[in-house]
């Protein structure tokens, strides 16, 4: 397959990818290096461009963390943090780049492979890892000597730094589709702010939200598993559980969002946006109890408009 391009196609993809990076490289915003990416294919305008700048940007990604572990021999449990380290950035480039390239499909059909490829080979990489116990141990006993530095009073806590590790690997593996599902959603959330500004649409990403009835079947099979896990314990088959349930559940919660801010609106002379209330639960999440609350009830709001018709007119 040959892919035509000009210069203009390499001077933008350019600009992307620099842009990109340097978000990259810059701590607090590190995870934020996709909204250029975003933004040029929410523009629509040049998809090769998008395909040059999303081969740049993990590229760089790439050479970056090896020039971080330069002189040391990846293997063992350095390849593991290696892998972490270059794979979730790398990803969340190739998935967003891929989630616009697969245009004209609709938004629920693009992101569905997009995370369902991220899933497979996540799980499939997490497979390979609890096949040795031996590395398993030493990726956590690793862990536990870094903790141990940045927080050499942690020992003294109630909890260990080999358990603080354990947890952190058992979690990581059964949230990482999670994480890297909301990176991309506040991405795109960011670079959609910033094209609408500019275009002076008026539209909230929001309305867009509206997941199909089936999909609640994802939903129920996901959290029986986890039910399961938490009950007798599934091992690392529960890790599909744990990472597809929490990753619907998160969609059903931004649903419920959509609904609520059309009843909030329906009274109001000045409408809320959907930015304002995503902003008002990111607060809420920092308050203990009242954060599982909140989602529970978005969550439950998100579920039932598969029977209420709450958007109707």
């Known amino acids: 397959m040959i892919i035509e391009y000009t210069m203009e196609d390499v001077k933008l993809a350019g600009r992307t990818a620099l842009v990109s ?4 490289l810059v701590d607090p915003f590190s995870m934020l290096f996709t909204i250029p990416m975003h933004y040029q294919g929410i523009q629509g305008k040049n998809y090769t461009a998008l395909l040059f700048s999303t081969v740049c940007i993990t590229a760089a990604i790439a050479v970056r963390e090896l020039l971080r572990f330069r002189g040391i021999e990846l293997k063992g449990e350095v390849l593991v943090f290696f892998l972490v380290g270059f794979g979730i950035p790398a990803m969340l480039a190739v998935i967003t780049g891929a989630f616009h390239l ?9 992101l569905g492979i997009v995370l369902g490829s991220v899933f497979l080979l996540g799980f499939l990489l997490i497979l390979l890892f609890e096949q040795s116990s031996t590395l398993s ?3 956590v006993e690793r862990l ?22 354990y947890a952190a690997v058992y979690t990581f593996q059964r949230t990482f589709l999670l994480m890297l599902s909301m990176q991309f959603g506040i991405g795109y959330s960011a670079a959609w702010k910033i094209w609408k500004k500019r275009a002076g649409k008026t539209e909230s990403l929001l309305d867009r939200v509206h ?11 996901s959290w029986t598993v986890i039910l399961l896990d938490i009950i007798a314990g599934l091992g690392t088959a529960a890790v599909i559980g744990w990472n597809i349930g929490l990753t619907a559940a998160m969609l059903y919660v931004l649903q419920g969002l959509a609904v609520f801010r059309v009843i909030l609106n329906r009274r109001r002379r000045n409408p809320v946006s959907g930015f304002q209330l995503c902003m008002l639960l990111e607060v809420l ?29």
């Open 21 to 24: 990076f340097i978000l990259y």
């Open 102 to 110: 697969l245009k004209p499909m609709n938004h629920l059909r693009r």
């Open 137 to 139: 141990e030493r990726t």
């Open 144 to 165: 536990a000597d870094t903790l141990a530095m940045l927080f050499p009073a942690g020992e003294a806590g109630v909890f260990s730094h080999q358990q603080f590790a």
């Open 211 to 221: 997941l199909p009835e089936k999909f609640i079947w994802v939903l129920l099979i």
């Open 285 to 313: 999440m920092f308050i203990p109890g009242i954060n599982m609350m909140a989602l529970t009830a978005l969550g439950i709001l998100g579920v039932t408009e598969i029977w209420i018709a709450y958007r109707r007119g």
